[in-house]
């Protein structure tokens, strides 16, 4: 009898260690951002000063008011900055990585050169298909990134209305991993790449549109609590509204979620 009795106090004490050790794993969300970039891409043509796709640090997609990188920091009260790092990697300029104030949760945000676009579209595809996993470190805690991560998104001009990407995509597991897709008509474009991945996009779009953080930033407050895509989306809705001052109609029309 006492012996069955401290067998089922170590399992408890086992199953709670496990329990514990689980919740500190942290959870990485990795942002490939694709710099606007008015020569390179074919775009309209923004201010010279934000559409230079060499220069991070102004960029209309990064460094100015709603870019990725100055919003996280400046605008967001539940996201640190930790870390930038210039050219961690061919073809991106910089790194930014946060840490959200509430949770165990990391940003890890890479800024491509403009004129690399098509690998940055590339990259997130790869990643979307959970290939290219990889880890960084900081602060003696390896982060999850690329096709580790749990969830992915892409920020930027929509290249695939330009370009066609002839790389094979070979999934490597069954994992839904969730997604989002900010770009002009990101849903035509990139569906059939998801659907192979069997990814689940949380929000993308069946329109223009300006992909600017915000709508990125409150997207994923709703993933942060575990909401449903549909209030998820929701939540990008009202950004796009909110900055756009577009009418909830018409950011319901823009943004949408799943298949």
């Not at 094979?168 to 790449?193: G, M, N, W």
């Not at 659907?195 to 949380?202: G, S, T, Y």
């Not at 915000?214 to 009202?238: C, F, H, M, P």
Request: glycine content about 6%; aromatic content about 12%.
């Amino acid at each position: 009898m006492r012996k069955a009795i401290l067998t089922t106090i170590i399992l408890l004490f086992f199953f709670i260690a496990i329990k514990a050790n689980t919740s500190n794993t942290p959870r990485t969300i990795h942002v490939y951002v694709a710099l606007c970039d008015n020569i390179n891409q074919g775009i309209v043509p923004v201010p010279a000063a934000i559409g230079n796709g060499q220069d991070a640090s102004r960029n209309l997609y990064w460094g100015a008011g709603y870019g990725v990188k100055n919003y996280f920091h400046r605008k967001s009260d539940n996201w640190t900055l930790l870390k930038t790092l210039k050219n961690p990697e061919t073809n991106i300029l910089e790194r930014a990585i946060f840490k959200n104030t509430t949770s165990n949760t990391y940003l890890i945000a890479d800024a491509y050169d403009g004129a690399n676009i098509k690998e940055c579209i590339t990259d997130f595809l790869f990643a979307s298909a959970g290939q290219n996993k990889d880890t960084i470190s900081i602060n003696n805690i390896k982060l999850p990134i690329s096709g580790s991560s749990d969830l992915l998104a892409y920020i930027g001009h929509n290249g695939l209305m330009e370009f066609d990407i002839d790389t094979t995509f070979q999934p490597v597991d069954d994992k839904k991993r969730d997604v989002i897709i900010l770009a002009c008509y990101s849903k035509e474009y990139f569906i059939s790449f998801m659907e192979e991945f069997q990814a689940n996009p949380l929000v993308w779009s069946k329109g223009l549109m300006s992909p600017e953080a915000y709508t990125l930033k409150w997207a994923v407050d709703g993933w942060l609590q575990k909401e449903s895509n549909e209030q998820i989306v929701e939540r990008a809705r009202k950004a796009y509204n909110h900055y756009q001052k577009c009418g909830m109609r018409g950011a319901t029309n823009l943004l949408t979620t799943g298949f």
